[in-house]
């Protein structure tokens, strides 16, 4: 097997040259080839004055194909959607909920996890956060969805998503998972973990621009939930758009009836043209690249005299490191890395750190240098 490139992946990213970018579990970066295919998008619309805009559908098949082979499942499973916020509002805003159902949730989740289960006390449910340490103790029969993240963004917690998922099958309980601070550094099967519905925002290690994003939906959920959005996309008929169906939609079984309407394209190709290369590259050489940094990186925070979770507690092999530095506060560390050109972030009294596979050992030696 050759080597790989890292060095020619990196100068696809522009920024890099002039920043040392940790960070990517806030914003990550976007290579040459993606903003390409927004541009080559964009020039044939002027060339074609948009003549061919039912093939443009045809191509979002085609990405919708490639995202469902990065993740191991059908292409009827993906819908496009603009942000992970969109697909858990579809699912909570879809469940038929009964006074006393419990949702469960673990601490330090993403804000999404909290602010939709808390609107819903209104109806009766019951909002559970727990730590890991007692997650399996907080299940009970009145347990009707489990809401978490496949890595957790303040404090990079990986939860053991098999053991969960087994758990919560056995028990009849809906697994949600919000892959965003992992998918495109962490592989990720579908088949294996078999989540009820699977969020994805594309614009952090997706790379991608804001708005394009996907999420996967069980056929079984499917029977089920109905669609949030309802237009001119939603009966199935919708391709015969010169003599376009007028009444109730007639659904179709596939996960793009819940797309409704017309699709951000450009940004679509632009998340094609990323995960096309990480594919070329290999999911897997991505992920020992990724957790390789992590763990150089918590060498340099240690060195530092940072004091590190992943230290004392199971399930923090990810690739977001989280530090603590005692006498000084996370927020302020971060500004001032950002003075000297390296950022990183902050979140609840952590320091963020967050390499991705176009960052290399010149940006940890930048990091421990600005520490110092």
């Known amino acids: ?54 093939r443009w559908f045809d191509d979002a098949d ?5 995202v469902a082979a990065f993740i191991h499942c059908q292409a009827s499973d993906i819908a496009f959607i603009h942000n992970a916020s969109a ?11 009964k006074t006393g159902d419990q949702i469960v949730t673990l601490k330090d989740e993403f804000p999404n996890h909290y602010y939709y289960p808390s609107h819903l006390r209104g109806a009766g449910v019951e909002f559970v956060v727990t730590p890991w340490e007692t997650f399996h103790d ?36 809906m697994l949600y998972l919000d892959g965003t601070q992992s998918l495109g550094a962490l592989p990720f099967d579908v088949s294996q973990i078999r989540p009820d519905l699977l969020a994805v925002d594309a614009y952090k290690w997706l790379l991608s621009p804001n708005g394009a994003g996907f ?13 949030a959005v309802i237009g001119w996309r939603s009966d199935r008929d919708w391709r015969n758009h010169e003599n376009l169906h007028h009444g109730a939609p007639r659904f179709a079984s596939e996960a793009e009836k819940y797309e409704g309407g017309m699709l951000p394209f450009a940004l679509l190709y632009a998340m094609d043209a990323v995960i096309e290369m990480i594919e070329t590259i290999g999911q897997r050489q991505i992920e020992q690249r990724v957790l390789d940094l992590a763990a150089k990186t918590r060498d340099v925070l240690r060195a530092a005299g940072a004091v590190l979770s992943a230290d004392s507690n199971p399930h923090f092999d990810s690739q977001i490191v989280t530090a603590r530095f005692a006498g000084r ?44």
């Open 1 to 54: 097997m050759m080597a790989t490139d890292w060095a020619g992946i990196r100068a696809e990213f522009p920024s890099l040259t002039e920043w040392t970018y940790l960070n990517t579990a806030t914003f990550g970066q976007m290579p040459r080839r993606a903003a390409q295919a927004v541009a080559r998008h964009f020039a044939a619309r002027d060339e074609r004055a948009c003549s061919d805009i039912m």
């Open 62 to 66: 085609g990405i919708r194909a490639r």
């Open 87 to 97: 697909g858990l509002s579809l699912l909570l805003g879809g469940i038929d909920w």
């Open 138 to 173: 907080s299940l009970t029969a009145r347990t009707r969805l489990v809401a978490i993240s496949t890595v957790n963004y303040s404090t990079g917690f990986r939860p053991p998503l098999g053991e969960i998922s087994e758990t919560l099958r056995r028990r009849g309980i």
């Open 215 to 227: 999420m996967y939906v069980s056929p079984e959920l499917r029977e089920r939930l109905a669609p």
């Open 329 to 372: 506060e996370a927020p302020a560390i971060a500004r001032q890395l950002e003075s000297r050109k390296v950022l990183v972030a902050a979140r609840h009294g952590n320091l963020r750190v967050s390499p991705h596979f176009y960052n290399d050992e010149t940006d940890l030696a930048h990091l421990a240098e600005a520490l110092a």
